[in-house]
């Protein structure tokens, strides 16, 4: 329908979470119009976050260096891990300003309809870093969903026989939400509420 680099912008653009066919087409359309400037800086932070930034090697969270700010912080609790699905919940608890300690990015939920199993996860990772690193309680924050619910249980089930506490979330997050949906108030009393798994 469209000039060929018009309509590849457009497709690519509507792969995007949360971008449809009509979003799309704004957005390339405003690009296109935009001066070449603004569309230059963006292309360019696009390609600068490709190539500059690598997961954390400790947490998996993504960071520019070796380890990420949170695992560099010293003032952090190191033996409290909070364990989360995705890189982009860590910003959320921390607007929360009610959790110190560190993270640990799974890097998705257990989903063995969509073939994601506990081995494609980094939980033998953490099951690593309890021993290595002296972790006392990992706190599974992972998404109140039947995926995000059953993550909890194969982290519990993993880490209870070495002698560290798991607990989840308390009430308060709504069932089949998102953590990114969740506000901080909300937030903030589900880590002081969490439980014991």
């Given at each position: 329908?469209?000039?060929?680099?018009?309509?590849?912008?457009?497709?690519?653009?509507?792969?995007?979470?949360?971008?449809?066919?009509?979003?799309?087409?704004?957005?390339?359309?405003?690009?296109l119009?935009?001066?070449?400037?603004?569309?230059t800086r963006?292309a360019?932070?696009?390609t600068?976050?490709?190539?500059?930034?690598?997961?954390?090697?400790?947490?998996?969270?993504?960071?520019?260096?070796?380890?990420?700010?949170?695992?560099m912080?010293?003032?952090?609790?190191?033996?409290?891990?909070?364990?989360?699905?995705r890189?982009?919940?860590?910003?959320v608890?921390?607007?929360?300003?009610?959790?110190?300690?560190?993270?640990?990015?799974?890097?998705?939920?257990?989903?063995?309809?969509?073939?994601?199993?506990?081995?494609?996860?980094?939980?033998?990772?953490?099951?690593?870093?309890?021993?290595?690193?002296?972790?006392?309680?990992?706190?599974?924050?992972?998404?109140?969903?039947?995926?995000?619910?059953?993550?909890?249980?194969?982290?519990?089930?993993?880490?209870?026989?070495?002698?560290?506490?798991?607990?989840?979330?308390?009430?308060?997050?709504?069932?089949?939400?998102?953590?990114?949906?969740?506000?901080?108030?909300?937030?903030?009393?589900?880590?002081?509420?969490?439980?014991?798994?």
């Amino acid at each position: 329908m469209f000039e060929p680099p018009v309509q590849r912008l457009i497709d690519e653009l509507a792969r995007l979470p949360g971008v449809g066919r009509k979003s799309a087409q704004r957005i390339a359309f405003h690009l296109l119009n935009a001066e070449e400037a603004d569309a230059t800086r963006l292309a360019d932070a696009i390609t600068e976050m490709r190539s500059t930034i690598r997961l954390c090697r400790r947490c998996y969270n993504v960071t520019a260096d070796e380890e990420c700010s949170i695992c560099m912080d010293l003032r952090r609790d190191t033996s409290i891990v909070c364990v989360v699905e995705r890189a982009q919940d860590i910003p959320v608890l921390e607007r929360t300003q009610s959790f110190k300690g560190r993270y640990h990015v799974l890097g998705g939920a257990v989903n063995p309809i969509a073939g994601i199993h506990e081995e494609q996860l980094r939980i033998k990772e953490l099951a690593e870093r309890v021993p290595n690193e002296g972790i006392t309680e990992v706190i599974a924050a992972t998404n109140p969903t039947l995926e995000g619910d059953t993550t909890a249980m194969v982290i519990a089930r993993r880490l209870k026989p070495l002698g560290v506490k798991v607990t989840r979330l308390a009430s308060g997050l709504p069932v089949g939400g998102d953590l990114d949906y969740a506000d901080e108030v909300t937030l903030g009393r589900a880590l002081v509420g969490r439980q014991d798994l």
